[in-house]
């Protein structure tokens, strides 16, 4: 996949004593200066009557929210990870047998985020992608089938099962929090539009960076984009970023949820009125995916 494959930030971070500058966020981008020690975000008790409104309120003001008691097996996430851990513990040869190719125009694969940003800095961390569902968009040549990561493809599989299912719910009880019926957001997406995550993460709300709390055994659920245009701005997807630790390594397993490319996604009809008119264009998946990487207006 190129130059950037040759050296790892798992490889530099083991070798070195000392961060190197281009890494180093300017002191008004560092976590330690801009985070705002204040109100959580929100945690979600999906076993509790009355959750859907919680979910709305939280999906309006924050963008963000943890659910616990979602459902999803303690033991089907650990063994996620361990798999995960599994992958990134080979030797560097063996990882870029599965390198991304930026040629190819897919972007599944091992990689390495290098680039710079706009103050020239650039990003501390590895990665591992690859399409888990529909299964006819499943290409299992870019999942490793090693001893050394025995059970990775049944660890996936099974994790993906619980996120599709959870996936529905959430969408359920998102629209009806817009006074929709309890399908709507799924019909709209062909599917799908809302990110995972576990722990680490910050969200930027009314001027400030907030910590997301760790909770056991919760999951994060960060509101994309694609909600925030269906709903006509009514929720919120926020900006967010993950944090490090410099004394050990900080590992995460998001699942996006994306509609097809050929979707056109735009305001749900109910959500616009001569009072609230529609705030964005309608546009197939993949014009506004275009638009998103190569930082063009929407």
């Not at 409104?53 to 650990?78: I, K, T």
């Not at 290098?114 to 501390?124: A, N, V």
Request: proline share 6%; hydrophobic share 40%; glycine share 8%.
């Amino acid at each position: 996949m190129g130059e950037e494959t040759h050296q790892s930030v798992q490889e530099l971070a083991a070798s070195l004593g000392a961060l190197p500058p281009e890494f180093v966020r300017s002191e008004h981008d560092q976590p330690g200066v801009t985070t705002y020690r204040g109100a959580d975000a929100p945690v979600i008790d999906m076993s509790d009557p009355g959750f859907g409104a919680r979910m709305a309120v939280a999906a309006r003001e924050w963008g963000l929210f943890q659910v616990v008691n979602h459902g999803v097996p303690s033991a089907a996430v650990a063994e996620l990870q361990r798999v995960g851990r599994a992958f990134f513990a080979l030797p560097r040869e063996e990882k870029e047998r599965y390198a991304m190719d930026p040629a190819s125009g897919k972007i599944e694969g091992y990689g390495t985020k290098l680039q710079r940003d706009l103050e020239g800095k650039k990003t501390w961390n590895d990665f591992f992608f690859h399409v888990v569902a529909p299964p006819e968009k499943v290409d299992h040549a870019v999942w490793p089938e090693t001893v050394a990561v025995a059970g990775y493809r049944e660890a996936n599989e099974e994790y993906c099962r619980h996120m599709q299912r959870l996936t529905r719910e959430l969408f359920e009880h998102l629209s009806l929090g817009l006074g929709l019926h309890e399908g709507a957001m799924a019909e709209a997406f062909g599917g799908d539009g809302l990110v995972f995550l576990h722990k680490g993460l910050q969200v930027f709300k009314n001027g400030h960076w907030y910590d997301a709390k760790y909770v056991p055994d919760a999951l994060i659920v960060h509101i994309g984009d694609q909600i925030e245009i269906f709903s006509n701005g009514v929720y919120k997807a926020v900006l967010h970023r993950t944090t490090v630790n410099k004394e050990k390594t900080r590992m995460s397993w998001p699942v996006f949820v994306e509609p097809p490319g050929e979707l056109v996604v735009g305001p749900h009809p109910k959500l616009v009125t001569d009072e609230r008119p529609a705030k964005y264009k309608a546009k197939k998946y993949k014009d506004y995916q275009h638009c998103k990487i190569n930082k063009l207006p929407m």
